[in-house]
């Protein structure tokens, strides 16, 4: 029967008023460290009292009636006897009686109307002000079912979400010491990481923002380009070169010293180079990779050397003026690679 825990004489140590909560911290930076270290609220959570038995009972009997209550405000699928909006009024006038009701309360206390009146728990607060805690009151305590089952379907949803949000609040305000403590720290913990994710983000955006204020553009993209040979058509915006999943920009056939040349346009100045090489497989194919620079597509002058495999190689060199970029393998071999930048 609803509300028959409530005459259980049960001799206990009466629960102590909720503390009031700590004062914010000022200023931004303060706010920011408060939010994620926790440490305000963590005091606040270790000032909290310890639930008995009895407390924990009756604050799971709040818990579920509320749970029940979502559920009939926000069923997964329409029920057929009809709107379920009274149903989770009257859920949500359970919920909050049990967690009106504190332990060291008197047992015979057995309406919501007598909880709502001895309770010590911050109704102001818990309805986000007067005005929504007299609506509050007029809903889960002045109406009767029948009255409540007859108002409009747009009054029903309107006074479910408002007791709703009023029951939540009263039962975040009755969790116990251990629970809330515990919920801290979860909090703590989880915001320090997300909070050192970020920080590592910004760090690894500024270290790529300044390695581009610093190196200055790639002098080689968009700019035309040949290779010895081709035994693919590559289509590396599709990622497919001869059918492989691929991101590579070209494909010799398997030759003698098979190269690939960039034309800058004119005769620049730089001073490093980066390669990418092929990810998926025949990585390599691309060793020793020589990178030789020149103006005629005669003369070739070696400006870097690699004799081992890679995934990405970044080469600085003093500057040079040419207007030819050209990276060979010394040997019999196939050449594919995804990048080639060339930087001032």
Not at 20 to 41: D, H, K, L, T, V
Not at 53 to 80: C, I, T
Not at 235 to 254: K, Q, S, V, W, Y
Request: with cysteine; hydrophobic share 45%; glycine share 6%.
């Amino acid at each position: 029967m609803l509300y028959s825990f409530a005459a259980m004489n049960t001799a206990e140590t009466p629960l102590a008023t909720a503390p009031a909560a700590a004062a914010p911290a000022s200023g931004f930076f303060a706010r920011i460290w408060e939010w994620i270290w926790r440490g305000a609220a963590l005091r606040e959570a270790r000032t909290r009292p310890k639930l008995s038995w009895l407390g924990r009972e009756r604050l799971r009997r709040a818990r579920l009636a509320a749970e029940l209550g979502d559920r009939a405000l926000d069923p997964v699928e329409p029920l057929r006897a009809g709107s379920p909006l009274p149903l989770a009024i009257s859920l949500y006038r359970e919920a909050a009686y049990w967690a009106l009701i504190q332990p060291g309360d008197p047992s015979g206390i057995g309406s919501l109307r007598e909880a709502f009146e001895a309770s010590k728990a911050d109704l102001v607060g818990a309805a986000d002000g007067t005005e929504r805690l007299a609506a509050v009151r007029k809903a889960l305590v002045e109406k009767t079912a029948t009255e409540t089952a007859d108002d409009t379907p747009e009054t029903q949803r309107r006074e479910a979400d408002l007791a709703q949000a009023f029951v939540y609040k009263l039962i975040d305000s009755d969790v116990d010491r251990d629970d809330r403590v515990a919920d801290m720290l979860i909090q703590r913990w989880l915001r320090v990481l997300a909070s050192l994710l970020v920080l590592t983000a910004l760090v690894f955006g500024m270290v790529v923002a300044l390695r581009h204020a610093t190196i200055g553009p790639d002098l080689a993209q968009g700019k035309p380009w040949r290779a010895s040979s081709k035994e693919f058509d590559c289509h590396p915006e599709n990622t497919n070169c001869g059918g492989a999943r691929t991101a590579i920009l070209f494909h010799t056939a398997e030759e003698q010293n098979p190269w690939v040349e960039f034309d800058l346009g004119a005769p620049l100045e730089f001073r490093k180079v980066t390669v990418v090489n092929r990810e998926d497989c025949c990585s390599e194919r691309a060793f020793p990779l020589i990178i030789e620079v020149g103006d005629d597509q005669k003369s070739w002058k070696e400006v870097g050397r690699i004799t081992e495999n890679f995934r990405e190689w970044d080469i600085s060199f003093d500057p040079v003026k040419a207007r030819y970029v050209r990276l060979r393998v010394d040997r019999r071999s196939i050449l594919h690679l995804i990048r080639v930048s060339v930087y001032n």
